[in-house]
Each structure stands twice: as C-alpha cells, then as structure tokens.
C-alpha cells in the first residue's frame, strides 16, 4: 500500500455557488482567485453536461474558453475550447547520475540549445528558429512509423485542421511558459525537467473544432454564456473526427517530450538513475468516477490518483515539486499543474524591469532580457502558498530547484 493509500489529509477545498443548483470546489484557500476567474468557472459550471460540479485547482486563473487549473467532468459532450489549443501539454522529468558541481552552467544551456530548437521567428513561417529546418532523420523515422499514417486520416476527413508545421514541431519546445530545466533535488542529484506540448499541430487542431463547435452550437441555438464553451454532443461526427484528432495531439505531444529528453541527456553528457515522471496536464481522457465513466478535461490540471507521480513546477525562479497524488475524488483525482499566473502576460511586462526579472533569477543560467519578461517569477502566483493549498490532493516527493532555464523568446 502506497504512502498516499495510508493517509488521506482532510479536504481543503470551498464551495463557491454558482446558482441554479450549480457549484465548484475550489482549492483556494490563501491563494489569489480574482472575480473574473470565478465568474468564468461559474459559467463553465452551468453547462448542462457537466457531471457533479467543476473543480478548481489553487493555481487556477482566467483563460481563453474555460479557467486555467480547472477540472471539468463532462457527460455526452465536450467543449473543445476547454481542453485549449495546447493539447497535450505536459511535464517530463528524469533524475540523473550527476551533481550539480559537475556541470559548467553556461556550457550546458549551450548545450540544450543546440540541439533543440525553442522560440519562435519569422511568425512561425519559414526559417522560424523554433522548428527544424532539416528535420534529423531519427525525429523524420518516428514521424513515419508513428504518425503519418494517422495524421493523414484525420486530415482527409477534416482537410482544415491540417497544420502548416508537423514533424519539423517534433522535438522542438515552443514560446511562453514552455521551458527546459536543470535542477537540483533534495539528495543533490540533477534533473532534467521538460514543459511543452503538441506544438503547431495541436493549436491547428484544438482552433478548428473549435471553430466547429461554435458552428454547431449556432445551427441549433444554444445561447451560451461565453461562445467559446460551444461543444461537440458525443453523438455527432464533429465529435468523433474531434475525439481522435485529440487523441493523436496528445499522442505527439508525449513524443515531442521524450525526443527533446533523449536529445538533452545526450548533448549534456548525463546518465538516468532510472526515476522519471511523465504526465500531460492540457487533455482529456475517460475515466471513472463516482461510478459513472466520464470525459474529464483537465485545462491546466495534473491527474493525480492515489499513486499517481506529477509535476508541479513554479517560475524560473521558483522550486518545482515532483509529487505522488492521495487520490482525492472531491478534485475527480487531480491537482495543479504549476504556480499560475498571477497576472496577465501584458501586465507583467508593464510592471516589471529586467533588473527586476535578474534579481528574481539570481543564480539561474536563463535568458533575462524583454523577450522572456511576461514570464519573471513575480508574474506568477507564489508556488509555496499554492502547494498548501493542495496537502490533500498531493505529498511532496522531490524538491526541485532548477540552476539551468531554457526558454524561447519570441520576436
């Protein structure tokens, strides 16, 4: 029997009614959760299929379509804006041989530069820094025996969800909050920590049904509180051509992880010890719950069953948590995914300067110019006050603190 199996904390989450007989358990007990937040996780409350109640994890924040950090159990339909055009977006970890004293900090960001591409030029077009302009004929063999195949059903009976970028996406880490990480743990071993998801492939896929939803939705009438909470009835073909588009998004994203870790450990010169974690935390999937099986989309939202490992990382600043979820069912078996933003991306860059952001990442080998501002450590929430928050979704295993940050800017 697990640690998690052995003990279950009590609950920590609050109510918040949103009418109609309609609610959501929040874990946001000392956490930032501002009203335009809470009013959107009211709306995605009231949507008819919603199965129980949604849940809101501590690190939840207003995003396009439905809350960042949220847990929403759906029956007979799905909102495709809920699960975002990041599908498949995740965490990938690996505990090394190595020490923190045996890397040159500087070399070893070089290093994972070099062999995976991160950012973006050119508006994502051609000659764009952050996709392959060759693609290396491993990444190229993968593409063949893993994906062309499916790939090309999918966009045969949906010619528009066909993305401008597929295998030269595959391996590559993309903009924003997507990073590559060394870091050290409690023990004082190196790990390798990976975010990134399915690339321009899952935002083509994720933007197209949902503009299909909205479609639909207008066909019929629905009035709906917010038009991107137009969904696809699990009756329907939109439903099922969406259904294995998805599928097939997370699918890459789980490959676009595992290349980059092999590329890295490779270039860096570092052996596994044999532990890693590996989770997506922007998906959908089936699962049971309460005795009913139910489509659970967790946007921003790590699954996290008694036993289940996570990944549970702060800023480029902060501490990341390796986690074993208690399997709390209030939550349908999930917890945060991150820190979360505390404020906008624009907002960020307004009130932070570059001294600021270098003060914030004193002893991290990362970029700190204007190109990585909207992500300095203060634009988000504080990833302590978030973890307690959660002692009854999760137990600290690991504690990370990263010393090497890769991020892509963009122009």
């Excluded at 020490?99 to 070089?110: E, G, I, P, T």
């Excluded at 073909?237 to 699918?251: C, G, I, L, P, T």
């Excluded at 002692?391 to 990263?402: A, C, I, Y």
Aim: net charge neutral.
């Amino acid at each position: 029997m697990s640690t998690a199996q052995q003990s279950r904390p009590a609950p920590n989450y609050d109510v918040i009614d949103a009418g109609g007989g309609k609610f959501i358990k929040a874990w946001k007990r000392g956490v930032l959760f501002d009203d335009k937040t809470i009013e959107q996780l009211k709306a995605t409350a009231h949507l008819p299929f919603v199965f129980k109640w949604v849940a809101a994890m501590p690190d939840a924040h207003w995003g396009l379509g439905s809350t960042v950090g949220s847990v929403i159990p759906t029956q007979g339909a799905i909102c495709p804006a809920a699960v975002g055009v990041d599908i498949g977006c995740g965490m990938f970890a690996v505990q090394t041989t190595a020490a923190k004293s045996d890397l040159d900090f500087a070399q070893a960001r070089k290093s994972i530069e070099r062999v995976v591409p991160h950012g973006r030029t050119h508006r994502g077009g051609r000659g764009d820094r952050g996709a392959w302009g060759n693609v290396p004929a491993p990444v190229q063999d993968i593409w063949d025996a893993e994906f062309e195949a499916a790939y090309e059903d999918i966009c045969a009976r949906d010619p528009h969800a066909r993305a401008m970028n597929t295998t030269n996406h595959l391996g590559t880490l993309g903009t924003g909050n997507h990073f590559i990480e060394l870091a050290e743990d409690e023990a004082g071993k190196v790990w390798v920590v990976i975010h990134s998801g399915s690339r321009g492939l899952g935002n083509k896929i994720g933007g197209y049904f949902t503009e299909r939803a909205h479609e639909l939705c207008a066909r019929w009438f629905i009035h709906l509180p917010n038009k991107d909470l137009a969904y696809l009835p699990k009756d329907t073909d939109e439903f099922k051509s969406y259904w294995r588009a998805v599928d097939f998004a997370q699918k890459f994203a789980w490959q676009n992880r595992l290349v980059m870790m092999e590329s890295i450990l490779k270039a860096v010169g570092l052996e596994r010890t044999g532990e890693q974690v590996h989770s997506h935390h922007n998906y959908v999937a089936w699962e049971n719950h309460f005795g009913q099986n139910v489509m659970v989309t967790r946007k921003g939202a790590v699954r996290a069953r008694a036993g289940d490992m996570g990944i549970i990382p702060g800023s480029m600043g902060a501490r990341t948590y390796i986690v074993e979820g208690l399997g709390s069912e209030d939550s349908f078996c999930s917890c945060s995914h991150g820190a979360g933003r505390a404020m906008s991306r624009g907002e960020a860059i307004r009130r932070f300067t570059l001294a600021d952001h270098a003060r914030a990442t004193e002893g991290v080998e990362c970029l700190k110019d204007e190109s990585v501002l909207d992500e300095t450590p203060g634009a988000y929430k504080d990833i302590e006050t978030v973890m307690a928050a959660q002692t009854d979704l999760v137990r600290p295993v690991h504690v990370l603190k990263q010393f090497v940050c890769v991020k892509g800017g963009k122009e």
